[in-house]
């Protein structure tokens, strides 16, 4: 399904489903022999939404390398690679927020983390929050019902004070942040993971300017910044995004990868963000895997994941 400027989505259809299959690699790298990340509700999130392709995924019935061939990154890419991932952004917000350690005067002025987009996300509830934290979650109504109600019937309790705003990021979401609590004037720590490749190219400027715009010296802000397609490689990398397609769709899971993002010409987020007073950091999935003892991309995976990065930054005095 192509994308359009007023579309909506839940977590098994469209740009939602993406979340169920980020959550399904999330608890399959928790399932990992070694395992890099510990999310324990992942697993229970994707059978909750009840699509079955991704059932069978965590529950075994259906393997990783089921799905994969010589030519596209599969399955089994996409667990490291959402290990990976999770751990940077994981990473990132425990120390913007000083990681309970709240000798560190700088770091422990952060007391407001900010979630964007956050679909089945569940740092809210996992991860070691240093005292006095709230942490906002924005999704659109129904992502956001669902978790919480899910999560709530499965007896989790948030680790960090909670708080949902329901709202799609191309309305008046600063808004409604804003109305939940949200203090401009206090620094914060914000994150944009998957996200920005849903966005089209001015909509991620935007989205960049308004974060800016919220936020206080000291803030900080993580990224995952998609590379710019090369209008030469666009009929390629198409290509390959529905051969994956077109190979899921045989196990039973119909979801167009290339009609849900948008390719071509971009803004290079941490460039975009340093122009705007941001210091930033900048981390390639390939430096990322081989630091953290994961195997290296190949010629192949590269094609697929190489050039993505994992960017953080803070935002100068």
Known sequence: MTRTDNDTWDLASSVGATATMVAAARALATSAEQPLIDDPYADPLVRAVGVDFFTRLVSGELRPQDLDDSETAGMQRMADNMAVRTKFFDDFFLTATGGGNPADAVRA???????????????????DWPAGVVVYEIDQPAVIDFKSTTLADLGAAPTAERRTVAVDLRHDWTSALIDAGFDPARPSAWSAEGLLGYLPPDAQDRLLDTITELSAPG??????????????????????MRTTSQRWQKHGFDLDFAGLVYLGDRNEAAAYLEQRGWQTTRRSVRDLLVANGLPPLDDEDGADFGELQYVSGRLSA
């Open 219 to 240: 803030s900080w802000i993580a990224v995952e910044s998609v590379p710019r397609v090369d209008p030469d490689l666009h009929e390629k990398t198409v290509e390959r």
């Open 109 to 127: 002025g952060v007391r407001q983390a900010v979630i964007l987009a956050s679909g089945l996300d569940a740092r809210a509830y996992r991860l």
